[in-house]
């Protein structure tokens, strides 16, 4: 049976990768390993948290004799990184927490990978899940490819492509097997209420200002959460050692046109008057920095793997709406704080 460590596998995207793996691939067993930070929620994997070839082992990435001690007990065959502090805002309030997690704790990672497989990578993979914001803000026109030059703008940013940077140098200095993948904004079920959809759904539906940054001319390229899954999941198992994948949902927004979108499709959901939640819609100060437009050519992707979005906008934000107004106890557990002291009692650091 073959093994692989998830990491950040309690968080948004993290619980969707798991999930999919555990019930597509029985043959594996899946590790989660997660400090349970504010983003982690192991009510997240609640429908999967009793198959037999699963379990959660609570840990913090940044310390390196317990990823030491974890390579050395769990033995895993593989790694699938996506653990890290994820929020551009709170990495402009507090950098640090974004350069222990994302880039100590990543090298502590390949650390432990190089250690533990000692130049045996045959069948062994460090997967290595980032963000399409390492290559900077795009004007009116163009879009990122896997050769565009990174150029970072936030503390957030700058950590992911130190880490991406760390992940190719222990390639192309000892050889480990490694895949990278750079993604845009995703959204679905499980999305934390601190980012603009599932923010936006949760005020809308307690009748609460919608804050929009800026003018909300900031353009972000949305894929559904799932898509995002399936395409860890090909690039996983079909990428040669030290490829790169752009993955994308050739899907451009502007911020205030999703919000309406949103808004209108609130009001359906809730049985408002057409405009209703519109008039929450509130232009807040701008986040500095704030990257103006972000488009991923996924084109390598399709060609080389087959790869493609499943869903169009419209029907994965109804999917996302419908999920939200059917999951008050998560949300309420969640905007609550609840869920941390639940699980907090639960589990204890290895
Ligand atoms: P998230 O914030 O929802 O989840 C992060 C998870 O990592 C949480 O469960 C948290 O508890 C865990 N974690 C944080 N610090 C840890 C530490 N020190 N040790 C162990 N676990 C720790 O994040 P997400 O939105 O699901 O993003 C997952 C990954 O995908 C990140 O690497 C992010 O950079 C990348 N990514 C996210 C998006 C997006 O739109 N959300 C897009 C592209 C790439
Ligand atoms: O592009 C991929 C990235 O997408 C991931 O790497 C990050 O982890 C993820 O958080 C996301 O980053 P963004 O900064 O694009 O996502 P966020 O949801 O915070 O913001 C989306 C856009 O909406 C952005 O232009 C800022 C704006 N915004 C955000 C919030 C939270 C608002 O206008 N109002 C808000 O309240």
């Not at 805002?89 to 497989?117: C, H, M, Q």
Request: hydrophobic share 35%.
């Amino acid at each position: 049976m073959k093994k692989i460590i998830i990491t950040g596998g309690a968080g948004f995207i993290g619980s969707h990768v798991v999930r999919r793996f555990v019930n597509i691939y029985p043959g594996y067993h899946i590790v989660n390993l997660d400090k349970l930070t504010y983003a982690g929620n192991l009510a997240n994997l609640k429908d999967i948290e009793d198959k037999p070839n699963y379990h959660f082992i609570k840990g913090d990435i940044t310390d390196a004799d317990f990823i030491d001690r974890l390579f050395a007990t769990e033995q895993p065959d593989a790694i699938i990184h996506l653990a890290a502090e994820s929020h551009v805002d709170r990495s402009i309030s507090d950098p640090i927490e974004f350069v222990l997690t994302n880039v100590v704790g990543t090298v502590n990672l390949l650390n432990a990978a190089r250690k533990y497989w000692d130049g045996a990578y045959d069948q062994r993979r460090f997967y290595h899940v980032s963000t399409d914001e390492v290559y900077g803000a795009l004007g009116e026109s163009g879009m990122f490819t896997e050769q565009t030059k990174y150029d970072p703008h936030s503390p957030y940013s700058a950590s992911k492509a130190s880490s991406d940077h760390f992940v190719r140098a222990y390639h192309d200095t000892y050889g480990l097997d490694v895949v990278i993948s750079n993604c845009s904004n995703n959204y679905g079920s499980h999305h934390f209420p601190e980012k603009l959809i599932p923010l936006a759904i949760n005020n809308i539906k307690n009748n609460k200002a919608v804050p929009v940054y800026g003018k909300g001319e900031n353009v972000r390229d949305w894929l559904w959460v799932e898509d995002h899954a399936r395409a860890i999941d090909v690039i996983f198992h079909e990428a040669a050692p030290g490829e790169t994948y752009n993955i994308g949902g050739h899907n451009e927004w502007k911020n205030i046109d999703l919000i309406r979108l949103l808004c209108s499709i609130m009001d359906r959901k809730l049985g408002r008057a057409d405009g209703e939640s519109a008039k929450l819609i509130t232009f807040v100060k701008d986040r500095a920095g704030h990257d103006l437009r972000y488009a991923i050519d996924a084109t390598k992707l399709k060609r080389d793997l087959g790869w493609e979005p499943s869903l169009q906008f419209e029907e994965g934000l109804e999917k996302t709406v419908d999920w939200y107004l059917s999951n008050e106890e998560w949300l309420a557990d969640v905007t609550s704080g609840h869920y941390q002291q639940y699980y907090k009692a639960q589990y204890t650091s290895r």
